[in-house]
């Protein structure tokens, strides 16, 4: 029985179940990927270790999942998608297992390895599965719960796990978020129909898109506005602690805030990149600038942190969607090539992000960092504006 037949025979609302499980798996993907920045100064003071090696928990899994973006989806283009994603979510749970129980910092660095793998696999197949699971009039619908879960699980994921490491510790935290991944596989297996290989994607395809201009456009916008991010909000925790003097239980209600201000965020976002793209992907760089460059002399105090810190959620709400939108449109004819190489640019500057943030942080401030990372920013809008012919 074909795909399409088969989609035929079963009830749009399992589709649409397997659509949300789709949805949770990416989400508790991105959420043990950003875990650590909550947790940072927890982590780093269980292993003896500095604010900025323990940054290295969130630049490994990205160096692992810009790598294995296009390696798993390449190699195992022929194999059914039903059975990698729900490999790639069993090893997710090994993964934050394993960071549960780590008795060393070298353990809990190989348990972001295989964060870092299953972010590559099941990101870059899972998110282009919408055209064969619903009809097509609702491929777009879909496809955006589908990338909700980007937004929400950066938005989210870091409050929540923030609150329940304060409550019972940063190890309660990744239980919890293992015991996600093993939901979310049962998830797939009861609700995802066999899904054969269909429209395979080749390395011709994906180095024709890296060679069209839209796609430079849209790595060079990417690159900067994520490495500006990523250097800087990796080590908010130790400044809302350091320098704003907050307690743990306040920097877990500041990111919260952030995480609301976030939603919104991405919703203004998706509005507007049907048919302003690229002003709402400048827009939301301005935005991540003004903040991060204003934090070392208003964020000393509790309102001005809150305020600076909605108004960067808000802004960081809307770059993964902007950021894959740009992709998207620089390839509409090869969508599963256009996720692979937005989720290995991502990544690969996430990493470098966070790894940069924490050298500045070593050897300088984490108000050092937030001034880098706002003029980063702002790099980012003016390369936008000299684009945008």
């Known amino acids: 029985m074909s795909t399409a037949t088969l989609a035929r025979t079963r009830s749009p609302l399992i589709d649409w179940l397997a659509i949300t499980a789709l949805m949770l798996g990416i989400f508790a993907i991105v959420t043990s990927e950003i875990l650590p920045i909550g947790l940072l100064t927890a982590i780093g003071a269980d292993f003896g270790i500095s604010d900025g090696t323990t940054g290295l928990t969130m630049s490994l899994p990205g160096i692992v999942a810009a790598v294995a973006a296009p390696v798993v989806t390449l190699t195992t283009a022929r194999l059914d998608r039903r059975m990698m994603l729900c490999v790639l979510m069993a090893v997710l749970a090994v993964a934050d297992v394993l960071a549960a129980t780590a008795t060393s910092y070298w353990v809990m660095l190989a348990s972001r390895v295989l964060v870092g793998l299953t972010i590559g696999g099941f990101w870059s197949i899972g998110a282009g599965l919408a055209g064969r699971l619903v009809p097509p009039h609702a491929v777009g619908t879909a496809t955006a719960v589908?990338?909700?879960?980007?937004?929400?699980?950066?938005?989210?994921?870091?409050?929540?796990?923030?609150?329940?490491?304060?409550?019972?510790?940063?190890?309660?935290?990744?239980?919890?978020?293992?015991?996600?991944?093993?939901?979310?596989?049962?998830?797939?297996?009861?609700?995802?129909?066999?899904?054969?290989?269909?429209?395979?994607?080749?390395?011709?395809?994906?180095?024709?898109?890296?060679?069209?201009?839209?796609?430079?456009?849209?790595?060079?916008?990417t690159f900067l506005i994520v490495l500006a991010h990523f250097g800087t909000y990796t080590y908010v925790t130790p400044f809302l602690q350091d320098v704003t003097g907050l307690a743990?239980?306040?920097?877990?209600?500041?990111?919260?805030?952030?995480?609301?201000?976030?939603?919104?965020?991405?919703?203004?976002?998706?509005?507007?990149?049907?048919?302003?793209?690229?002003a709402a992907y400048a827009t939301a760089g301005a935005l991540i600038a003004a903040a991060t460059l204003l934090l070392?002399?208003?964020?000393?105090?509790?309102v001005g942190a809150v305020v600076l810190l909605m108004v960067w959620g808000v802004a960081y709400g809307g770059v993964?969607?902007?950021?894959?939108?740009?992709?998207?449109?620089?390839?509409?004819?090869?969508?599963?090539?256009?996720?692979?190489?937005?989720?290995?640019?991502?990544?690969?500057?996430?990493?470098?992000?966070?790894?940069?943030?924490?050298?500045?942080?070593?050897?300088?401030?984490?108000?050092a960092v937030m001034v880098c990372g706002g003029l980063v920013a702002l790099l980012m809008v003016v390369a936008l504006w000299a684009l945008r012919r």
């Not at 938005?155 to 939901?183: E, Q």
């Not at 070392?296 to 509790?302: E, H, L, V």
């Not at 992000?353 to 924490?358: C, I, K, S, V, Y």
């Open 320 to 367: 993964p969607v902007c950021s894959q939108a740009s992709f998207m449109t620089a390839a509409p004819h090869a969508p599963e090539a256009a996720t692979v190489v937005f989720t290995s640019a991502f990544q690969a500057t996430f990493a470098l992000g966070a790894f940069l943030g924490g050298r500045v942080v070593d050897a300088f401030s984490v108000s």
């Open 296 to 302: 070392p002399s208003i964020g000393g105090t509790a």
């Open 248 to 278: 743990p239980a306040a920097v877990s209600a500041v990111l919260l805030a952030y995480g609301v201000a976030g939603i919104a965020g991405n919703f203004l976002a998706g509005k507007a990149t049907a048919t302003r793209l690229r």
């Open 146 to 221: 589908i990338f909700s879960a980007v937004p929400l699980g950066s938005v989210l994921g870091v409050p929540a796990g923030t609150f329940i490491g304060d409550l019972a510790g940063w190890r309660t935290a990744f239980w919890v978020l293992a015991a996600l991944a093993v939901v979310v596989l049962v998830a797939l297996l009861v609700l995802l129909p066999p899904l054969p290989a269909h429209q395979v994607t080749s390395l011709r395809v994906l180095l024709d898109l890296l060679r069209s201009r839209g796609a430079a456009v849209a790595l060079v916008a």
